[in-house]
T-cell receptor, first 113, second 116 residues
Framework: KNQVEQSPQSLIILEGKNCTLQ??????????LRWYKQDTGRGPVSLTI?????NTKSNGRYTATLDADTKQSSLHITASQLSDSASYIC????????????FGQGTELSVKP | DARVTQTPRHKVTEMGQEVTMRCQPI?????VFWYRQTMMQGLELLAY????????DSGMPKDRFSAEMPDATLATLKIQPSEPRDSAVYFC??????????????FGEGSRLTVL
C-alpha cells in the first residue's frame, strides 16, 4: 500500500475556478510535508513545505493545509489560470530517514479556457 | 540563478549500450538524489549521497546501475547494459540537508532515456 495517496488522479476545471487536491498519508513520524508542481517535461518545483506542527502555508494562489491528526493534507488553488495545468505531487519526509522523501502519484490538473 | 543541471536532456540508445547521465548540483548543497519517473510508478528514489558519500542505493538494480559522486560538482548515474525497461525520465535533485530535517530540494529538468 502506498504511504502517500493522492486524489483525484486527474481533474479538469475551467479557468478562473477554484479547486482542491487531496493527500492522505500513513508516514509517521514525519518531518515535513511538501507540495510540488511539475509541468510537462520539467522537473518538480516546490510550492509549499509544512512541518508537522504547521496547519497551513500559502504561496500566492496556492494554499496548503495539514491535519496531522487525520494525516491529511490539501492543496487549494484559487482563481485557476491556464498555467496551473500540471501535475501536483504530495511528498512526505519521514523523520530520521536522512532526507528520504515519500512521493504520492500526483494529481494531473488541466485548466481549460 | 542557481539550479541543478542535468545532461543529456534526451538520450535514445539501443538495448545493451552503456548510458551515463550527469548532474551538477547547486553549489554548496550537501545532498544529491537520483530519482526515476515513469507513468506507472511515479517518482522512485534510486540513490542518494550526503557530502559525496553514498547513503542509500537500495532503489537501484545493483547488477546494472551504478551511481557515483567523483567530486562535489558532479554526480553520475550509469546503466550498463541498458534495457528497454530502463526507459524513463531520470531526475537529479540537490539540497542542503541538516541531520534531522529535510531542507528544500531542487530538481533538475531531467534526462529522458529511451532504450530501444
Amino acid at each position: 500500500k502506498n504511504q502517500v495517496e493522492q486524489s483525484p488522479q486527474s481533474l479538469i476545471i475551467l479557468e478562473g475556478k477554484n479547486c482542491t487536491l487531496q493527500c492522505n498519508y500513513t508516514v509517521s513520524p514525519f518531518s515535513n510535508l511538501r507540495w510540488y508542481k511539475q509541468d510537462t517535461g520539467r522537473g518538480p518545483v516546490s510550492l509549499t513545505i509544512m512541518t508537522f506542527s504547521e496547519n497551513t502555508k500559502s504561496n500566492g494562489r496556492y494554499t496548503a493545509t495539514l491535519d496531522a491528526d487525520t494525516k491529511q493534507s490539501s492543496l487549494h488553488i484559487t482563481a485557476s489560470q491556464l498555467s496551473d495545468s500540471a501535475s501536483y505531487i504530495c511528498v512526505v519526509s519521514p523523520l530520521w530517514q536522512g532526507g528520504k522523501l515519500i512521493f504520492g502519484q500526483g494529481t494531473e490538473l488541466s485548466v481549460k479556457p | 540563478d542557481a539550479r541543478v543541471t542535468q545532461t543529456p536532456r534526451h538520450k535514445v540508445t539501443e538495448m545493451g549500450q552503456e548510458v551515463t547521465m550527469r548532474c551538477q548540483p547547486i553549489l554548496g548543497h550537501n545532498t544529491v538524489f537520483w530519482y526515476r519517473q515513469t507513468m506507472m510508478q511515479g517518482l522512485e528514489l534510486l540513490a542518494y549521497f550526503r557530502n559525496r558519500a553514498p547513503l542509500d542505493d537500495s532503489g537501484m538494480p545493483k547488477d546494472r546501475f551504478s551511481a557515483e559522486m567523483p567530486d562535489a560538482t558532479l554526480a553520475t548515474l550509469k546503466i550498463q547494459p541498458s534495457e528497454p525497461r530502463d526507459s524513463a525520465v531520470y531526475f537529479c535533485a540537490s539540497g542542503l540537508v541538516p541531520n534531522r530535517n529535510t531542507g528544500e530540494l531542487f530538481f533538475g529538468e531531467g534526462s529522458r532515456l529511451t532504450v530501444l
